[in-house]
């Protein structure tokens, strides 16, 4: 018989971080996520969408052993041409009756709250980080990027699940070629006297914030279900990134002194993070800043790519990422980066990754189930 925990005590909240970790031991992969990070997603102090949103977490036992666990949650902010719950933080022993109960338990949990579909896996948040299921490239995860068994992909086709979108992760050695279309654009933009590239630098952090978002707002908030930045959310968000900002690897465009693009990367945290065990307290911390100082760390992320209407299409994106990496293969040791992933919706995008000649190293998909099983599925809309 199956029994069901809601996650309220210190126990419990051990058991679910626990359960993960004991059930891929034997799998070289996989890098435990920061507790803390976890921790801050379940906080009504500290994640927003508890002011309009609800979510619950679950333990499922059978035999008092752990064989599941999963959140189930809903926020007024995730906008579906229906109305649509979210499942994350889904794991399972292989077995499909195990995973059916659970998803049973979802599905009932969002149709008491009015909900008509669930997806998942995705996050009680932002987009990213802990969203989707990694379906191909079985290879260790970025920071903040689930990691699953291929048989998950089974566990929720099975039940049910449809591919809502895919999420495309492409990597490039930083050594390798530029396209020849990205090195005319950095010779053309360059003669132009009112074009100008610069890295983004700690001490600046105000006036790097601001631009950042006038060009994301510029860019990328008109589009789907984008909403627009505040800049006083995002130079929160870069002061709390300061302590791993690397000064030579994200770039901002202007035009005299009106930012027009931007290529925001970091360093792969995981690279350090997988020797912490999940724990952060002060050993952990200056375990971490050792880390930091003498590990070289050969991987970084592209977190953000945005270039403003009026300069789309005119070359400026060649000529941002051929000045950032002549820049950054003179000071520092990456040897690979990766592009965080995009959306198969957003083929602009994928445009520019293919044309950085990338490589599709993993796929994650975003799942929906529609309750209505009648109900013709949809995929999301291409931007």
């Not at 920071?143 to 591919?163: A, C, I, R, S, V």
């Not at 100008?196 to 790097?208: D, R, T, V």
């Given at each position: 018989m199956m029994i069901v925990e809601e996650v309220k005590n210190k126990d419990q909240i051990r058991e679910f971080l626990e359960f993960p970790a004991q059930l891929y031991q034997h799998d070289k992969n996989y890098i435990r996520p920061l507790n803390k990070d976890i921790e801050e997603i379940f906080d009504p102090n500290k994640n927003k969408f508890f002011k309009e949103g609800e979510c619950k977490r679950f333990l499922f036992k059978k035999d008092k052993k752990t064989v599941g666990k999963v959140a189930v949650f809903i926020h007024n902010h995730y906008e579906q041409k229906q109305p649509t719950g979210g499942i994350g933080f889904f794991d399972c022993i292989q077995d499909q009756q195990t995973a059916n109960f659970i998803f049973d338990h979802c599905k009932k949990?969002?149709?008491?709250?009015?909900?008509?579909?669930?997806?998942?896996?995705?996050?009680?948040?932002?987009?990213?980080?802990?969203?989707?299921?990694?379906?191909?490239?079985?290879?260790?995860?970025?920071?903040?990027?689930?990691?699953?068994?291929?048989?998950?992909?089974?566990?929720?086709?099975?039940?049910?699940?449809?591919?809502?979108?895919?999420?495309?992760?492409?990597?490039?050695?930083?050594?390798?070629?530029?396209?020849?279309?990205?090195?005319?654009?950095?010779?053309?933009?360059?003669?132009?006297?009112?074009?100008?590239?610069?890295?983004?630098?700690?001490?600046?952090?105000?006036?790097?914030?601001?631009?950042?978002?006038?060009i994301y707002n510029k860019a990328w908030a008109c589009h789907g279900e984008g909403k627009q930045l505040e800049e006083v959310k995002v130079l929160k968000m870069f002061n709390m990134m300061k302590p791993i900002i690397n000064e030579h690897i994200s770039w901002f465009v202007y035009e005299n002194e009106k930012p027009i693009a931007m290529w925001i990367n970091i360093p792969d945290l995981n690279q350090w993070f997988k020797y912490l065990d999940g724990k952060f307290g002060i050993f952990e911390k200056l375990r971490f800043l050792w880390l930091k100082q003498f590990k070289k760390n050969e991987k970084m992320v592209g977190l953000v790519f945005g270039v403003v209407p009026e300069w789309q299409r005119k070359g400026i994106d060649g000529y941002m990422i051929w000045e950032g990496t002549q820049h950054l293969r003179k000071h520092t040791d990456f040897k690979v980066t990766e592009l965080q992933w995009i959306g198969d919706f957003n083929p602009k995008m994928i445009k520019i990754a293919e044309t950085l000649d990338t490589t599709v190293t993993r796929k994650l998909a975003t799942y929906r189930y529609l309750f209505d099983r009648n109900k013709e599925f949809e995929r999301h809309p291409f931007l």
């Open positions: 949990w969002l149709l008491e709250r009015g909900m008509e579909a669930m997806d998942g896996p995705i996050n009680f948040g932002e987009r990213d980080k802990f969203w989707g299921l990694l379906t191909e490239g079985f290879i260790e995860p970025l920071f903040g990027m689930n990691y699953n068994f291929p048989y998950y992909k089974d566990l929720f086709e099975n039940y049910g699940f449809q591919t809502y979108f895919e999420q495309l992760c492409f990597t490039r050695p930083i050594f390798a070629e530029v396209s020849r279309v990205f090195t005319i654009a950095y010779e053309r933009n360059k003669r132009n006297p009112a074009i100008s590239a610069q890295p983004m630098k700690k001490n600046k952090l105000e006036k790097f914030a601001k631009d950042f978002t006038e």
